[in-house]
């Protein structure tokens, strides 16, 4: 495993503990975890990633209906499917851009996908060809699993913390053309 992957890995970790947080919702890191257990109906979000030097991956969101609803509690009745992948779906893309904006402070500039989501009965997670790690996040409603695949080119390098740039944009801001 590259350190970048490495740190990438924490980035993963940190943006997810932060995103969660301002849900208001509080976890646990659970670092190296295998594959999740599918004991039933889970729901799938993946977003990938390329840069121009030639590396790639994904960021993979497993999780239960009673975490979503835990994040995101429904104010009557209770949410459907398809609101509950649309909600996993957008966490995933929010993952995705926290990621990406602490990968553009240390000068490595990646283009993200659009969000893909499933819902599966019993899900079964094939290993990737390249660098991959699971991550938990223990929640009152269960766990967020979250899984980074990543082939970083070989020049790929980050930049340490005390040379981190500020992104173009802040957090909630966008650029028109």
Request: charged share 20%; proline share 6%; net charge negative.
């Given at each position: 495993?590259?350190?970048?992957?490495?740190?990438?890995?924490?980035?993963?970790?940190?943006?997810?503990?932060?995103?969660?947080?301002?849900?208001?919702?509080?976890?646990t890191v659970v670092r190296g975890h295998s594959p999740p257990e599918a004991p039933?109906?889970?729901?799938?979000?993946?977003?990938g990633f390329v840069d121009a030097e030639g590396s790639s991956g994904s960021l993979?969101?497993?999780?239960?209906?009673?975490?979503?609803?835990?994040?995101?509690?429904?104010?009557?009745?209770?949410?459907?499917?398809?609101?509950?992948?649309?909600?996993?779906?957008?966490?995933?893309n929010m993952l995705v851009g926290r990621v990406k904006s602490m990968l553009l402070?240390?000068?490595?500039?990646?283009?993200?996908?659009?969000?893909?989501?499933?819902?599966?009965?019993?899900?079964?997670?094939?290993?990737?060809?390249?660098?991959?790690?699971?991550?938990?996040?223990?929640?009152?409603?269960?766990?967020?699993?979250?899984?980074?695949?990543?082939?970083?080119?070989?020049?790929?390098?980050?930049?340490?913390?005390?040379?981190?740039?500020?992104?173009?944009?802040?957090?909630?801001?966008?650029?028109?053309?």
């Amino acid at each position: 495993m590259s350190s970048v992957f490495a740190k990438v890995e924490d980035f993963v970790a940190v943006g997810t503990t932060e995103m969660l947080a301002s849900y208001g919702a509080v976890c646990t890191v659970v670092r190296g975890h295998s594959p999740p257990e599918a004991p039933g109906r889970m729901f799938v979000a993946t977003v990938g990633f390329v840069d121009a030097e030639g590396s790639s991956g994904s960021l993979l969101l497993a999780t239960t209906r009673a975490v979503i609803e835990h994040v995101f509690p429904p104010d009557e009745a209770p949410l459907s499917d398809a609101e509950i992948s649309d909600a996993l779906g957008e966490l995933s893309n929010m993952l995705v851009g926290r990621v990406k904006s602490m990968l553009l402070q240390r000068g490595v500039r990646v283009t993200i996908g659009t969000p893909t989501r499933e819902i599966a009965e019993h899900p079964s997670f094939h290993p990737p060809k390249g660098d991959c790690s699971w991550t938990a996040f223990e929640l009152g409603g269960g766990h967020l699993y979250a899984r980074l695949d990543a082939a970083f080119a070989e020049g790929v390098v980050l930049r340490d913390e005390s040379s981190l740039q500020s992104p173009e944009l802040a957090e909630g801001e966008m650029r028109l053309f």
